[in-house]
């Protein structure tokens, strides 16, 4: 049996829920499978029916503790709860169990899980979507940061070290691994995560002129992604043939409203369910990408795939030595700002504004292209799979 243990899963709308369905979704066309998962809380604001999917494999729903709303302590607590419950499902399976995927909170729900794997001898593969401690420690006041660290990095060592396979998302996140965990070459393999290209592809796109020039940000509604910037930046441009489409839900939604009070109808705040996201996006002319300083140089942003896929232009304020940013200049499809800058993006929106409309077709096309061979479902959930499956035969 492969056990998936997932620390979102949908009818959760984020990219790690859909990840680990898509790969639940294969494995079990040769494989048992069954998803362990908490219960449905990601992102704030989104409400959740009771309507099961149809799935064919077995999903169960810990009673863990959850926190929704970002709070460090909450967070913690989150994550050790869910690793416990997961855990004493392993303890208790253990003989059933040939490979563990992991892609659980950090740093203590993933702690118990490949302590408790190890105890059994059951391998465990590791998806890192973040670095922790460092993303921790950098919400935090500088108080305490190294004691913290101090803590919690010997706790990351231990699970990456006690991994059979470490799954990484960008290649700057493999080489910091490998450098501040002394990890091997082997054993971390870079797999970006994905769109169903086939949801945006699908999607009616026709050009058509608007008479309105739409700048659109979808996505979670976060103090990590800026948007706080977009709207400030939105707000310089004094031209009234624009508008600033904010998408989504999330913990920043209420502040980021007051924020864009005064710019009256030229910012709209609508929701995005996860189905309709190929035709709103669809709406756009340019879609914005921004997150805080630093914060793009270990991932790759979940949204990006999307954007591409949506053959849109984009302009993205992250740091330029990204994985992100050099997926965007090799494929011509966008702009790179200096994060948390709004008077250098409001500059490069004004620019593009004038731009001609074939252009932008153009590079939005461009865009696609790139994302096809390098962020396709396609692709990389067969990577996954065959490094999973791999581990068991080891």
Not at 137 to 161: E, M, Q, R
Not at 184 to 212: A, H, M, P, T
Not at 339 to 363: C, F, G, Q, W, Y
Request: one cysteine or more; a positive charge.
């Amino acid at each position: 049996m492969i056990l998936i243990i997932s620390a979102v899963f949908p009818p959760e709308p984020v990219v790690s829920a859909t990840l680990s369905k898509d790969i639940a979704d294969e494995l079990s066309t040769t494989h048992n499978v069954v998803v362990l998962h908490p219960k449905p809380t990601r992102p704030v604001g989104c409400l959740f029916g009771t309507e099961k999917l149809a799935l064919n494999y077995e999903t169960v729903m810990l009673d863990s503790f959850t926190c929704p709303e970002y709070n460090p302590l909450g967070r913690l607590r989150e994550s050790y709860s869910f690793g416990r419950k997961c855990a004493r499902y392993i303890r208790e399976n253990a003989k059933k169990i040939d490979v563990i995927y992991l892609n659980a909170w950090p740093l203590f729900a993933q702690y118990w899980i490949v302590k408790t794997a190890k105890q059994f001898g059951i391998p465990c593969v590791i998806h890192v979507q973040d670095i922790y401690p460092e993303s921790f420690t950098n919400k935090l006041p500088a108080i305490g940061k190294k004691i913290i660290w101090s803590v919690l990095l010997p706790l990351d060592k231990f699970i990456l070290k006690n991994s059979k396979q470490i799954i990484a998302i960008s290649n700057s996140m493999k080489q910091i691994l490998q450098h501040t965990r002394k990890i091997g070459d082997q054993k971390i393999s870079v797999v970006y995560n994905w769109q169903d290209e086939n949801r945006f592809l699908s999607c009616k796109n026709e050009e058509v002129e608007r008479e309105v020039f739409t700048f659109m940000y979808l996505g979670n509604l976060s103090p990590y992604s800026c948007i706080d910037v977009l709207i400030d930046a939105f707000s310089k441009l004094n031209n009234s043939n624009v508008k600033l489409v904010i998408a989504g839900s999330g913990s920043a939604k209420e502040s980021l409203q007051k924020q864009a009070k005064s710019l009256s109808s030229k910012v709209e705040f609508i929701d995005a369910p996860n189905k309709d996201v190929p035709e709103i996006q669809s709406s756009a002319d340019i879609l914005l990408l921004s997150v805080k300083t630093d914060g793009a140089k270990t991932g790759m942003p979940s949204k990006l795939p999307a954007y591409m896929f949506s053959c849109k232009p984009i302009i993205a304020s992250i740091d330029s030595d990204s994985d992100a940013a050099e997926a965007i200049v090799n494929s011509n499809c966008g702009w790179i700002i200096e994060p948390e800058n709004a008077d250098a993006l409001a500059d490069k929106m004004k620019e593009v504004t004038r731009m001609n409309k074939s252009h932008l077709i153009e590079m939005g096309s461009s865009g696609c292209k790139y994302a096809l061979n390098h962020f396709s479902k396609k692709n990389n959930v067969k990577k996954i799979t065959e490094l999973i499956t791999k581990t068991i035969c080891q």
